[in-house]
């Protein structure tokens, strides 16, 4: 394959926010800059795709920003926020969704809210939520499986 993609991360100093996920308020983080490039037969830049992350101290959600990375030491932590936010809202949300819906299933239900619970413990919100009420579907299948050997979808 001539395409590839190579990533360039640089990092920052220590700043200060208030986390958007665990709520902590003026936590120090490190921020890093990473560079995306598309290339071409290895040398030849076809894209590139630029991001500010950082990994908040307290609870090590990867947090994105929307303040350029060279910007970001001229604010402090009550101007940022707003412009920092979770980075994995896309897939935590999908697994609490999923979680869900398979929420009556033995077995594969309980490793999707596994996964669900630890993506979403520390964003709180509807995700959680979900994860909770899918958990509680979970648990109740495993008390009428126990007591009454019932398996749901299996006499379908
Ligand atoms: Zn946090």
Redo the contacts with the bound molecule.
């Keep these: 394959m001539y395409l590839g993609t190579k990533t360039e991360t640089y990092t920052g100093e220590d700043i200060e926010i208030h986390?958007p996920?665990?709520?902590?308020e003026n936590?120090l983080c490190k921020p890093r800059l990473e560079i995306v490039t598309d290339t071409y037969m290895f040398f030849i830049s076809i894209g590139h795709k630029r991001q500010t992350l950082m990994n908040?101290?307290?609870?090590?959600?990867c947090l994105k920003s929307r303040v350029h990375f060279e910007k970001l030491h001229r604010y402090t932590a009550d101007q940022l926020v707003g412009d920092i936010y979770p980075a994995n809202g896309f897939s935590s949300a999908c697994f609490a969704l999923l979680a869900l819906l398979i929420s009556p299933v033995l077995f594969i239900g309980t490793i999707f809210i596994g996964i669900s619970l630890l993506l979403c413990y520390?964003r709180k919100g509807w995700r959680l939520k979900m994860t909770y009420i899918a958990l509680a579907i979970q648990v109740s299948t495993w008390i009428m499986f126990y007591f009454f050997g019932y398996i749901p979808l299996m006499n379908l």
Excluded: H, I, L, S
């Design positions: 986390c996920v665990c709520r902590k936590v908040c101290g307290a609870c090590k959600v520390w």
